[in-house]
T-cell receptor
Framework: DAGITQSPRHKVTETGTPVTLRCHQTENHRYMYWYRQDPGHGLRLIHYSYGVKDTDKGEVSDGYSVSRSKTEDFLLTLESATSSQTSVYFC??????????FGSGTRLTVV | DQQVKQNSPSLSVQEGRISILNCDYTNSMFDYFLWYKKYPAEGPTFLISISSIKDKNEDGRFTVFLNKSAKHLSLHIVPSQPGDSAVYFCAASNFGNEKLTFGTGTRLTIIP
């Protein structure tokens, strides 16, 4: 069974609609992260969590919110999707000293 | 402000030759560095890492070199194989901070 599962894998949504991406882990890891990957920008941290109900902002958090009500689930919500949020989103678990394990990603297109 | 930079967006190398990917950083507090490899439609996977107390770490065909005075690290792949074609990201962190800061990535293409 995969350690990190992201859903959906692909999504097309309209500008202005709310979107929620889900990350589920089976590793019981304390730390979880959401990154977005864009050409020319690499991987940029959106939000991260260091435990249930403990979250904090990353470098590109505007327009995004997160929730973590259970250790295994970390949700990323776009409150009102914009075209600039078209991207590939990756969830990860791990620590800086040992590295991360990433999910397979969600490709989101906002039209 | 990009704290971790990979100045070469792409690199092409003949199969069997050495591939050298470079990464520069600006934050002198970084003390742990990693390289990730990413295939299309997959998440990045860990490749190799190095602590700031070392200047070299080797794992099979992959070697990472760290030059702290120059704030520069490099990944050497020798010999290069077609399966090495991927995007490579360098990343850095500092002790007590669990967040990784990633570079912009270098697309490596191995030419048969």
């Amino acid at each position: 069974d995969a350690g990190i599962t992201q859903s959906p894998r692909h999504k097309v949504t309209e500008t202005g609609t709310p979107v929620t991406l889900r990350c589920h882990q089976t590793e019981n890891h304390r730390y979880m992260y959401w990154y977005r990957q864009d050409p020319g920008h690499g991987l940029r941290l959106i939000h991260y969590s260091y435990g249930v109900k403990d979250t904090d902002k990353g470098e590109v958090s505007d327009g995004y919110s997160v929730s973590r009500s259970k250790t295994e689930d970390f949700l990323l919500t776009l409150e009102s999707a914009t075209s600039s949020q078209t991207s590939v989103y990756f969830c990860a678990t791990g620590t800086g000293g040992y590295g991360y394990t990433f999910g397979s990603g969600t490709r989101l297109t906002v039209v | 402000d990009q704290q971790v930079k990979q100045n070469s967006p792409s690199l092409s190398v003949q199969e069997g030759r050495i591939s050298i990917l470079n990464c520069d950083y600006t934050n002198s507090m970084f003390d742990y560095f990693l390289w990730y490899k990413k295939y299309p439609a997959e998440g990045p996977t860990f490749l190799i890492s190095i602590s700031s107390i070392k200047d070299k770490n080797e794992d099979g065909r992959f070697t990472v070199f760290l030059n702290k005075s120059a704030k520069h690290l490099s990944l050497h792949i020798v010999p290069s194989q077609p399966g090495d074609s991927a995007v490579y990201f360098c990343a850095a962190s500092n002790f007590g901070n669990e967040k990784l800061t990633f570079g912009t990535g270098t697309r490596l293409t191995i030419i048969p």
